[in-house]
Nanobody
Framework: QVRFVESGGGSVQSGGSLRLSCATS????????MGWFRQAPGQEREWVGS???????TYAESVKGRFTISQDKAKNSMYLQLNSLKPKDTAMYYC??????????????????WGQGTQVTVSS
């Protein structure tokens, strides 16, 4: 059984930093990539960034230069470093794995395995 568990969320002031973790179990990296998504209240879930199996990372324009994805397959973990946080970054953050497409995409529909989310709240 595949299971993803996010942790590391919290409340910070604008300009602060957080490091989110995604611990996986049962996942064999059979898909092309893993990614992070977020969903703010009343809004649709949006793609934040992805890390492909070869280690290449891609990011949404809104977070590029501030967020960094890393992965430690030996520890079955993926991380999201959030720097220079802004109030508009407030959301529930989810990690996910894409197995529904042959290449790494930004489409939520291509991601089959999801965690339960961890809340990030940024105050001004």
């Amino acid at each position: 059984q595949v299971r993803f568990v996010e942790s590391g969320g919290g409340s910070v002031q604008s300009g602060g930093s957080l490091r989110l973790s995604c611990a996986t179990s049962g996942y064999t990296y059979s898909g092309p990539c893993m990614g992070w998504f977020r969903q703010a209240p009343g809004q649709e879930r949006e793609w934040v960034g992805s890390v492909a199996n070869d280690g290449m990372t891609t990011y949404a324009e809104s977070v590029k230069g501030r967020f960094t994805i890393s992965q430690d397959k030996a520890k079955n973990s993926m991380y999201l470093q959030l720097n220079s946080l802004k109030p508009k970054d407030t959301a529930m953050y989810y990690c996910a794995a894409a197995t529904g497409a042959p290449i790494c995409t930004v489409l939520e529909v291509d991601y089959d395995y999801w965690g339960q989310g961890t809340q990030v709240t940024v105050s001004s």
